[in-house]
Antibody, heavy 120, light 107 residues
Framework: QVQLQQWGAGLLKPSETLSLTCAVN????????WTWIRQPPGKGLEWIGD???????TYNPSLESRVAISVDSSKRQFSLKVNSVTAADTAMYYC??????????????WGQGMLVTVSS | SSELTQDPAVSVALGHTIRITCQGD??????ANWYHQRPGQAPLLVIH???NRPSGIPDRFSGSYSGNTASLTITGAQADDEGDYYC???????????FGPGTKVTV
């Protein structure tokens, strides 16, 4: 069982940097790939990217130029940064875990979600 | 446009069977996963891989494949099964993950 707790700033101005952190409270840290997903209000899910426990990250090509996902294994935390935000980045942001031995990269545990609003 | 396509909405009578489909070229190579999202809640994994149910998911949920299409079947739909269902898999390159646009299920 993996428990994820996420936090960060919920209100940003255009051009600022979005910064969220997700703590892995229980479960093996090295047996998972750590993932960020977002969901604009009233819309579907969008995969942002993921990182393994060694810090190797993969990103959604549509966001890659503005996104960075990092990991701190000693603190059992991983983080998301999105720079130069606009109103289009307003969304519920979720962190989630994907077992590294999965043949389908399924997301088995999710954080509670964090609403980030970008407004001037 | 999404690499995975889903019907926008499907309705089913209480106790009847519903099949939700997800189409995409990548599904000829990669498995799909299915998530159920109720309003105001985080998505919940209901089926992953070939046809695997996480602990706590009722056996009325099942997954199947045919060609470029993955299907989620709910046998004996309950009112609690209402919500949005998203499929999830790899993109055509295999390098990135993608979600389908979601299917809104009404019971």
């Amino acid at each position: 069982q993996v428990q994820l707790q996420q936090w960060g700033a919920g209100l940003l101005k255009p051009s600022e940097t979005l910064s969220l952190t997700c703590a892995v409270n229980t479960g093996s840290f090295s047996h998972y790939s750590w993932t960020w997903i977002r969901q604009p209000p009233g819309k579907g899910l969008e995969w942002i990217g993921d990182v393994n426990h060694r810090g190797s990250a993969t990103y959604n090509p549509s966001l890659e130029s503005r996104v960075a996902i990092s990991v701190d294994s000693s603190k059992r935390q991983f983080s998301l940064k999105v720079n130069s935000v606009t109103a289009a980045d307003t969304a519920m942001y979720y962190c989630a875990s994907a077992p590294v031995n999965s043949s389908s990269w399924h997301l088995d545990y999710w954080g509670q979600g964090m609403l980030v609003t970008v407004s001037s | 446009s999404s690499e995975l396509t889903q019907d926008p909405a499907v309705s089913v009578a209480l106790g009847h069977t519903i099949r939700i489909t997800c189409q995409g070229d990548s599904l000829r190579t990669y498995y799909a996963n299915w998530y159920h999202q109720r309003p105001g809640q985080a998505p919940l994994l209901v089926i992953h891989g070939k046809n695997n149910r996480p602990s706590g998911i009722p056996d009325r949920f099942s997954g199947s494949y045919s060609g470029n299409t993955a299907s989620l079947t709910i046998t004996g739909a309950q009112a609690d099964d209402e919500g949005d269902y998203y499929c999830h898999s790899r993109d055509r390159t295999g390098n990135h993950l993608v979600f389908g646009p979601g299917t809104k299920v009404t019971v």
